[in-house]
């Protein structure tokens, strides 16, 4: 029987928090599958993920990038994502289409800010993960420590497969417990030599072999079945149950290693191998087509059905990445966009690897590919064949929370910065680009200060405009304070001929039930309690609709409104001048009104902020981040330096970087990720 060729398939990504060491631990995935023939090193910028320049001189990942390549006879599709918070929307697109994932901890610093946002967005997205705690050689590392913030932090079941041999800068290999066999790397050496268990370790090693069969047979059933037998487990059924809860969320493997320098990365392969699930170990993926739900295979015979993740608008051409779900594309396809309704041209097919790609005829079920031709595909697009149209749900995308104003320093060049920006935001949906109705400014939002720096210098590198831009602020929010009960507005209008006539009775009460993902409260309910038809159904639609026209701009300064519920409790009608338009008048105005008479509460957004200072520099910070409106959550020592915690509001950590290093020496580190929203004090919503 033919083997079918999708189970040897792996689309993973690599997720951390930044400087965990993602993008050393790819280059050595690359380095050992035969990919490259040279180490990539962050520190001399010769990585392959890490192309563009701002990532080289930053040192730092800044847009995922996808790469392909073979180990033990599978194709591995890998994404590098990036660490740092701003760009978490990278991380949000790419685990859309990934089957699973590598999550690297620091073996210092165990679980950080960071590590805890991306291993929640795998939750979302139901992401089968292992975990790799990296730097192994560093001083401090301790795998059971790190192990240890992982069950605190992330509350998975870590099933430990290996044992360090070595600690810190003596650390040379590991144990690996399902084969009690010991891999150990020379100094130099690529691979790894295979011997038997070191005396010094066989009773450590025969003990954590004996915890790592209890905790698997008490999640799996055809293990427990074996351990009760015979009381221990093969290495083929512990790899085999080891599988199974990696692939259902019941457990998570963790391994350890050093990617610098090279040692461990060969056992985390062959996990990728025989614990994360292939294409056809995944649901089929679902869509909808003219309201109704269905299914697509991951069968290249089926009807073709893709999403694009990625855009990339290069000089010379648009590149866009897809997922294959199901069926096969071939150069020349013609193909449905199923959102714009409208077909395009597969020009060309191209495997990926970073900034380099190599020619396809085609593509199959299961692939990560880049194509070339597509004119009108964005991120979230979904392509399928034309007699098959299905529209798959796309990624969800971050409401921007940083803006700044931007200007062509001469006016000759404006038209050149609108283009600019608009290709911009094609690449990258969580940057956001609007003209101020009152100032006329061109202004740039995104998800932070280094996700805007970044922008604008791509603006200036890449398209070689002079632009100038302003102070960076935060994107404000409105709540309901105390509400208003039976308030009454009333829409007249007669000018000659048809008038305009809707009276409407509404409750605005604060809303908190249903907390939104930024935080930022439950959004907005509207229910209607009016009995006795005396307002049709299709006016109480109207009024809805004028109420959420009306949330675009609250009272207190413009800023969009959220965290309330509305009910419509009463209403008259006139037999010739009602229509839904009086009513969507009346209850945008009626709705302003109520607002204005409800106490309404200014919101800012705030972050978490984890700083890790030398001992001797915690007053300085603790002193500075109260005088930023800080509130400090915690405290503790790792490693010999001081980590503190902060809730603070984002408007008053712009320039903090600057602000720390000159505290600290340059010896001070801060990382910080968004909460949500809270009550801004009086003077600031002044």
Not at 215 to 241: I, K, M, Q, S
């Amino acid at each position: 029987m033919r083997t079918n060729p999708l189970t040897t398939v792996r689309n993973l990504g690599i997720l951390a928090h930044v400087d965990a060491g993602k993008t050393t631990v790819t280059e050595r995935i690359l380095y050992l599958t035969g990919t490259t023939h040279k180490r990539g090193e962050v520190h001399d910028g010769t990585t392959v993920t890490d192309f563009d320049p701002q990532e080289r001189d930053r040192g730092i990942t800044i847009f995922a990038a996808a790469v392909s390549c073979s180990w033990a006879g599978h194709r591995i599709n890998l994404i590098d994502t990036p660490g740092h918070v701003d760009f978490a929307d990278e991380v949000e697109r790419s685990l859309r289409v990934l089957d699973g994932a590598v999550a690297v901890f620091d073996a210092v610093a165990g679980v950080e800010p960071q590590s805890e946002s991306v291993w929640r967005q795998a939750d979302r997205h139901g992401v089968p993960r292992i975990a790799f705690v990296n730097k192994m050689d560093r001083a401090g590392a301790d795998l059971d420590t790190a192990v240890a913030s992982i069950r605190e932090r992330l509350h998975p079941v870590p099933l430990v497969v290996q044992l360090p041999i070595g600690t810190e800068d003596g650390f040379a290999g590991v144990v690996d417990l399902p084969r009690m066999r010991a891999l150990v790397w020379a100094d130099g050496a690529d691979t790894a030599e295979d011997g038997p268990v070191p005396d010094a370790l066989r009773e450590e090693a025969a003990r954590r072999r004996r915890l790592l069969e209890e905790a698997v047979a008490e999640r799996h059933p055809g293990a427990l079945e074996e351990f009760c037998d015979r009381e221990t487990l093969t290495a083929a059924t512990l790899t085999g149950a080891l599988r199974d809860l990696t692939r259902t969320g019941g457990g998570v493997v963790v391994l350890c290693g050093s990617a610098y320098r090279n040692r461990g990365v060969e056992p985390l392969l062959d996990a990728v191998v025989a614990y994360l699930p292939s294409p056809l170990d995944v649901p089929p993926v679902r869509g909808t087509h003219d309201g109704t739900e269905r299914e697509r295979p991951a069968d290249p015979a089926a009807p073709m059905a893709a999403l694009a993740f990625k855009v990339n608008a290069t000089p010379t051409g648009r590149l866009t990445y897809l997922r294959v779900y199901s069926g096969t594309i071939g150069k020349g396809d013609t193909v449905w966009d199923a959102g714009t309704r409208r077909t395009e041209r597969i020009g060309r097919i191209l495997r990926v690897r970073a900034d380099r790609h190599d020619p396809l005829e085609r593509a199959v079920a299961g692939d990560i590919v880049a194509v070339v031709g597509l004119k009108t595909a964005r991120a979230g697009s979904t392509l399928c064949a034309p007699g098959a149209p299905l529209l798959l749900e796309p990624p969800g995308v971050a409401e921007p929370v940083v803006h700044v104003a931007v200007e062509a320093r001469r006016s000759t060049d404006t038209d050149r910065l609108a283009a600019a920006l608009a290709r911009l935001t094609e690449e990258d949906p969580s940057l956001a680009v609007r003209t101020d109705p009152e100032t006329g400014q061109t202004v740039l939002s995104g998800m932070g200060e280094l996700h805007l720096e970044v922008a604008v210098e791509r603006v200036r590198r890449e398209h070689g405009l002079e632009v100038t831009v302003g102070r960076p602020g935060v994107a404000y929010r409105e709540t309901v304070g105390e509400g208003v009960t039976g308030f009454v507005h009333r829409h007249v209008k007669q000018d000659g001929g048809a008038g305009q006539f809707a009276h409407i009775v509404l409750d605005v009460e604060p809303w908190e039930e249903d907390v939104d993902e930024d935080g930022a409260g439950g959004g907005f309910v509207f229910r209607s309690t009016v009995v006795g038809g005396r307002v049709p159904q299709e006016y109480v639609r109207a009024v809805e609709a004028g109420c959420r026209d009306a949330l675009a701009e609250g009272p207190l300064g413009g800023h969009p409104v959220t965290g309330l519920r509305v009910t419509l409790t009463d209403g008259q009608t006139h037999v010739k001048d009602s229509s839904d338009t009086a009513f969507r008048t009346a209850g945008r105005f009626g709705l302003r009104d109520a607002l204005r008479a409800s106490g309404t509460v200014l919101l800012e957004p705030v972050v978490e902020v984890t700083v890790t200072v030398p001992e001797d520099g915690v007053g300085g910070v603790l002193g500075d981040l109260a005088a930023r409106r800080g509130r400090v959550t915690g405290s503790d020592t790792r490693g010999g330096a001081a980590v503190v915690t902060a809730t603070v509001p984002l408007a008053e950590l712009f320039g903090y970087a600057t602000r720390l290093r000159s505290r600290t020496q340059g010896r001070g580190t801060f990382t910080a990720r968004p909460t949500g929203y809270a009550p801004a004090p009086a003077a600031v919503a002044r």
